[in-house]
């Protein structure tokens, strides 16, 4: 009589599950919920530590930008599950497959509203995941994961939430099936034909181009489609990628996310084609028309939410990579003369107190074009758009919804990838929000150089501020912070640059560090004092 295996635990069928997706590099923060699970860590896993759970994340997102692949975090409890939610908000906007796997008491302590429980632990983490569950059964619990993993996974992604009482690791786990999902789809062959006439019609196109670009893997498809229709290329409003290659002719730049600029923008065009892209979002108040009344919108995605919710256009629901694909092969090649070059940004002068500018222009001439940079310096956004052209798929990440923190660890679980260097260009007042994440690149001697633009306090607030006439703003100043040192803690080496001749002897140290492992060069740039968006 054959024998018959012996039918894994829960704990054994959610590591096989891991090996079987490439989830074997799981980020978080442990507790004692979490116990069961990480015993006898299993030889072929790594554990990647956060020393805080925004900071897990952050950076377990940096990896699954990394790799394409959703990316495992394991957090503690409820108090885990709040501290993480900054990050959680990001992963959502941003679209990021991330399977959040947290603990809960064992489930003979749930009905007495035990120390570090949740009563509905699922509730906790909604509206900012795809799917939140905690199984009523412990066998199903690796069914649950498969699911969540298969959510993440299909577009539009992001991150998912399951919840797992600490007994339920040792418990017999139900058998899971094998599953595949297909989740590429166009729009009906008749809907993209009436596109492709009007885009041979038009005197004047524009594409813009979002974050659904790179999540597709569309940027060749893009070029191809620009170059065929000759169209102006813009890149969203505080997208958190760039998905264009930045010195291509047809590149326009990045549109602000103030209503009247923009639509003052696009007013030259006739017809605009939104690509994977929340096309109007803004950051300040504004009047004036969306888009000028000649000027005709139509906006790809895979989205159905973010297709019902644009206020103006024709919404075609499609995967981005096909849709566009598609729409290629139905365009004619166009004979109507291209839009001019953007002009190109005078270098910045030599000054004391650095600019920002010119570090950044110093920045350029020194990191690789194929690189990745990691950008989270909201006073210096628009300075680095201007003078660190990216053009390469994946090279650029930042933040798409504005919640602080997000930089240091994205960069740490992007360059834990292994893939090359990655350039992280953060502020002082961002990096507060993280700064353990530093702590992690020295452990697992990520390749990171930390460029860190230290003005002395939030002086994006400030400049929102200027904007409205707000005077003085109160909480704006954070100067006195020794970051060198701070970094030094940690076991990071770091420099710190004051005058020109210093930029330009550390930096470079900074980007090629002797150990290979993370570095840190602190520079302090000049307050600008200017209004942000000025008219």
Known sequence: ???????????????????????????GNPGSTELRLLRDWPYDFRYVLGLQESVAVGMAAGHALGTGRAALVNLHSAGGVGHALGAVFNACRDRVPVVIVAGQQSRPLLPLHPFLGADEPAEFPRPYVKWSRQPQRAEDVPAALAEAHRVAM???????????????????????????????????????????????????????????????????????????????????????????????????????????????????????VALGAALFTYHVSGGGPLLADDCELFHLDCDPAQAAWLPIGTSLLTTVRAGVEALTGLVKPATRTAPPPRPRTPRATESEPLSAAYVLDVLSELTDPAGVLVEEAPSHREALHARVPITRPGGFLTTGSGALGWGLPLAVGRALVGDGRVVCVVGDGSALYSVQAIWSAVRHRAPVTFVLLDNGGYEAVKALGLRIGAGD???????????????????????????????????????????GGPALVRVEVAREGTAAYPE
């Not at 009589?1 to 980020?27: N, Y």
């Not at 290329?233 to 923009?262: A, C, D």
């Open 1 to 27: 009589m054959p024998l018959i295996p012996p039918q894994p635990t829960v704990r054994e069928a959610v590591l096989e599950f891991c090996r079987q997706t490439g989830m074997t590099t799981v980020f």
């Open 154 to 272: 299909t577009h539009p992604r992001g991150p998912v939430f399951l919840s797992v009482p600490e007994d339920d690791w040792d418990a017999p786990a139900a058998h899971v099936p094998p599953r595949t999902v297909h989740d590429t789809f166009t729009a009906a062959p008749a809907v993209l034909a009436d596109l492709a006439e009007r885009l041979d019609s038009c005197a004047r196109p524009a594409l813009v181009v979002g974050p659904g670009v790179e999540d597709d893997g569309a940027l060749e498809a893009v070029v191809a489609l620009a170059e065929r229709i000759r169209a102006a290329v813009w890149i969203s409003p505080l997208s958190g990628r760039s998905g264009f290659p930045e010195t291509h002719p047809l590149f326009q730049g990045f549109l602000p996310p103030v209503r009247g600029q923009l639509a003052a923008r696009l007013a030259h065009n006739d017809v605009v």
């Open 473 to 515: 703003v109160p909480g704006t100043d954070i100067g006195g912070i020794d970051f060198t040192a701070l970094a030094t803690a940690f076991g990071c080496p770091a420099t710190h640059a004051v005058t020109p001749e210093e930029l330009r002897a550390e930096l470079p140290r900074a980007l090629e560090p002797a150990g």
